[in-house]
C-alpha cells in the first residue's frame, strides 16, 4: 500500500511536469480538428485544353493511395491510379482504425467508406496478463459520437476507398501492374506499367505518387530503405467470439509474444498471434495447427478458448510478416513515396492507416497552393517540407521558440496547428512490442509487470498512453514521459518499502533495459529533427471545422 502511495505521489510529479509542459504547448481546443475547406485550386491551363492531361500518377489504390486519389482530385488535379489488382482483397492488414485515422478519414472527406460495410465500432482496448486484465476506454468524451475506432475486412474498406475515388471524374484508374519509373536525367518522368490484357504501356506526369504497400517494388530510389522483420502474425477468423470485453481491442501478454483480438464484423473478430522471428511453424503439415492449439489457446481467457480452437480447425489460417522500415527519404524529383511503401512500424498497435491517412492529409495541404507540379526541381525542395511536417508538432514549436528566443532568428510561423503522428505512432508501437514480448530477463519482466500495473493505475496514467496509441495525442514528448514514468514506477516497486541490493540491482538494469528500449528506436525515427527541428516549413492548414460532441436535444 505505502509501495502504491510513494509511487503515486513520484508519478503525479511527473504529470503535473506533463501538465506545464502542454500548457506552455497553448493548444487551444482540441475537440476542435481542422478539415478542408472549399477553396478551388488553380489548376494548369493545359488541364482545361487537353483531356489527356495528367497531374500526377499515383501507383497503388491501397489505403493510402486510394485516399491520395479522391483527395487530389476533388483539389482540382486530374489524376491517373494504377492499381495491381483491383478486386476486393482478403487480407489480414489493416483491420482496426484507430480513432485517430478515423478523424484523419473526416478531414479527408472519406468517413462513409467505414459505413455500410459492417464495420465494429471500437472504444477501448483491453489487456490481459495472466488472469488479470484491464480496460482503457479511448478519451472520446469531448467528440461527437461517431469518432471512434473501427474494425471491418480490409478489403471491404479498400473497396470503398477505391469506388469513391474512381467515381470522382478527376480520376482515372487502371488495373495494372507498375514495372519501373520512367526516368530521365534523375527526374521521374512517369511510369511503365503493363495492363491485365498484357499491353504494355508509358505514361506521363509532372509527379508520380508511389504507394505500392509494404512490399513495394519501386522504392528503391526513392528511399533508403532499411527493412527490420521482428515478427510474424499469424491470423485466424474466430466466429462469435465471446471477448471479454465488448468492442475493445484485446492484447493478451503471452508467451512468447502478444496475441491480439478486434471485432470486424458483426460476427468475425480477427485474432493475430505473433511468432517472433521470421519462421513460423508449416500451415501445410499442420504444424501451425498444432502450435495455436498446444502454444497458444491454454494461454487465452477461457471464454475464448473454444471459438479458437473452432477457428484453427477451420483452417483459414493466414501469415504475414511484420516490417519496421522507419522513414528515409532519398528525395528525386517528379517522385514521392506515401505509405507503407515509404514507413512501416510494428502492427502490434494497430497504427499504419492512422499513419498513411495522416500524411495524406499533409500531402495535400502542402499540394494546395501549388498551381501545377511542373517544375521538378522546385516540386521536390519544396516537398522536403513533408518529411519535417509528419514528425513535428507544437512540443516542437515549444523548443523552437525557445530557440528563437535564444538564437534571436525568427524561421518559425506561430500560427500552425500541427497534428502529425507519423513518428508518435511509430515509436510507441516499436517500444511497446519490446515490453510486451516475454522474456527470461528480471528486468525485462519487472518492466513488462510495471506497465500493466502502471496501464491499471486509471486516470491519466491509462488514458495517457492509450490516447497517444489511438492517434489522438501525437505527442512525442508524452511518449518519452510516460515510457520512463513506466521505467520509473517499475524501480519504485521494486525497491519501496524495504529496499534491498538485489533490487537495486535489477531497478538499475530495469532503466538500462528502459533505455536500451527507447533509444535506439527514437534515434531511428530521428528524433532530433523531431524534438528540435532545423526550421519548419510554413504549413497552411485548411480552415477548422468542428467535430464537438452532440448538444442534448
Ligand atoms: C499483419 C499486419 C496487420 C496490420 N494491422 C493493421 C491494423 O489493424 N490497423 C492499421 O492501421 N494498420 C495495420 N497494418 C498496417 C496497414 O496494413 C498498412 O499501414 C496500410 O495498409 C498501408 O497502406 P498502403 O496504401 O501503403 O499499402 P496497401 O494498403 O498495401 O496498398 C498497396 C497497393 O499497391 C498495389 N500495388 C503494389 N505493387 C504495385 C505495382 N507494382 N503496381 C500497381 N499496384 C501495385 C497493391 O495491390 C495494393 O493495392 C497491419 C500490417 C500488417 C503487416
Keep these: 500500500m505505502i509501495n502504491q502511495y510513494i509511487l503515486g505521489i513520484i508519478v503525479t ?10 500548457l506552455i504547448g497553448k493548444r487551444k481546443n482540441r475537440n476542435v480538428k481542422e478539415i478542408e475547406g472549399d477553396e478551388s485550386i488553380k489548376i494548369s491551363t ?37 492499381e495491381r489488382d483491383l478486386s476486393e482483397q482478403d487480407r489480414i492488414v489493416g483491420e482496426l482504425l484507430q480513432p485517430g485515422g478515423y478523424l484523419k478519414l473526416v478531414e479527408l472527406g472519406l468517413e462513409d467508406c467505414a459505413d ?20 482503457v476506454s479511448y478519451p472520446l468524451e469531448d467528440f461527437h459520437s461517431q469518432i471512434a475506432g473501427r474494425g471491418f475486412h480490409n478489403g471491404r474498406f479498400v473497396q470503398k476507398l477505391r469506388q469513391k475515388a ?36 508509358k505514361a506521363y506526369a509532372p509527379l508520380t505518387i508511389v504507394c505500392d504497400g509494404c512490399f513495394s517494388s519501386l522504392r528503391r530510389t526513392l528511399c533508403n530503405s532499411k527493412i527490420d522483420v521482428p515478427s510474424c502474425f499469424v491470423g485466424l477468423v474466430v466466429e462469435n467470439a465471446d471477448l471479454p470485453y465488448d468492442s ?33 511453424p508449416s500451415i501445410s503439415t499442420g504444424d501451425m495447427a498444432r502450435y495455436l492449439k498446444t502454444k497458444v489457446a491454454p494461454q487465452l481467457p477461457a471464454k475464448l478458448r473454444q471459438s479458437f480452437i473452432a477457428a484453427v480447425d477451420k483452417g483459414n ?49 502542402l499540394l494546395r497552393p501549388l498551381a501545377n507540379f511542373n517544375d521538378p526541381h522546385a516540386v521536390c525542395k519544396y516537398l522536403e517540407a513533408f518529411y519535417t511536417l509528419r514528425k513535428v508538432n507544437e512540443d516542437s514549436l515549444v523548443c523552437h521558440a525557445l530557440q528563437v528566443i535564444f538564437t534571436h532568428e525568427l524561421t518559425i510561423c506561430f500560427e ?27 528486468a525485462r519482466r519487472e518492466m513488462q509487470q510495471a506497465c500493466f500495473d502502471y496501464l491499471g493505475l486509471g486516470g491519466n496514467f491509462s488514458v495517457g498512453p492509450l490516447s497517444i496509441l489511438c492517434g489522438l495525442n501525437p505527442s512525442p514528448t508524452h511518449l518519452v514521459l510516460h515510457f520512463f514514468a513506466v521505467a520509473i514506477y517499475g524501480v519504485g516497486r521494486l525497491i ?29 525515427e530521428g528524433a532530433r529533427q523531431m524534438f528540435f527541428p532545423a526550421t519548419i516549413p510554413a504549413y497552411h492548414r485548411a480552415p477548422p471545422v468542428k467535430i464537438m460532441p452532440e448538444t442534448p436535444a
Design 46 to 82: 493545359n488541364v482545361a485544353e487537353n483531356n489527356e492531361y495528367t497531374d500526377l500518377i499515383i501507383v497503388g489504390a491501397g489505403v493510402a493511395g486510394a485516399a491520395l486519389a479522391h483527395t487530389l482530385a476533388k483539389d482540382g488535379r486530374r489524376v491517373l491510379v494504377i
Design 416 to 442: 500552425l496547428i500541427l497534428q502529425p503522428v507519423a513518428s508518435t505512432i511509430n515509436i510507441l508501437a516499436g517500444a511497446l512490442y519490446k515490453v510486451f514480448c516475454a522474456t527470461t530477463d528480471e
Design 496 to 524: 519501496l518499502p524495504f529496499p534491498l541490493p538485489k533490487c537495486f540491482w535489477i531497478g538499475a538494469r530495469l532503466l538500462t533495459e528502459a533505455s536500451g528500449i527507447i533509444l535506439p528506436i527514437l534515434q531511428a
Design 248 to 280: 475493445h481491442g484485446h492484447v493478451i501478454l503471452a508467451d512468447p509474444s502478444p496475441v491480439l483480438f478486434y471485432q470486424i464484423s458483426s460476427f468475425e473478430t480477427r485474432c493475430l498471434v505473433d511468432i517472433p522471428g521470421q519462421k513460423v
Design 166 to 201: 474512381a467515381s470522382h471524374p478527376n480520376v482515372k484508374m487502371e488495373e495494372g501492374t507498375v514495372s519501373s519509373l520512367l526516368e530521365e536525367k534523375g527526374i521521374v518522368k512517369g511510369v511503365r506499367y503493363r495492363t491485365k490484357t498484357g499491353e504494355d504501356i
Design 13 to 22: 510529479h511527473l504529470f503535473v511536469i506533463i501538465f506545464l509542459y502542454s
Design 317 to 365: 489460417i493466414k501469415t504475414m510478416h511484420n516490417r519496421i522500415m522507419p522513414a528515409a527519404p532519398k528525395p528525386k524529383p517528379g517522385a514521392l513515396l506515401l505509405g507503407d511503401s515509404f514507413n512501416m512500424r510494428h502492427p502490434l498497435t494497430g497504427g499504419g492507416m492512422t499513419v498513411a491517412l495522416s500524411d495524406v492529409v499533409i500531402i495535400r495541404d
Design 116 to 135: 455500410e460495410i459492417d464495420s465494429h465500432p471500437v472504444y477501448g482496448y483491453a489487456l490481459i496478463k495472466d488472469d488479470k486484465s484491464i480496460s
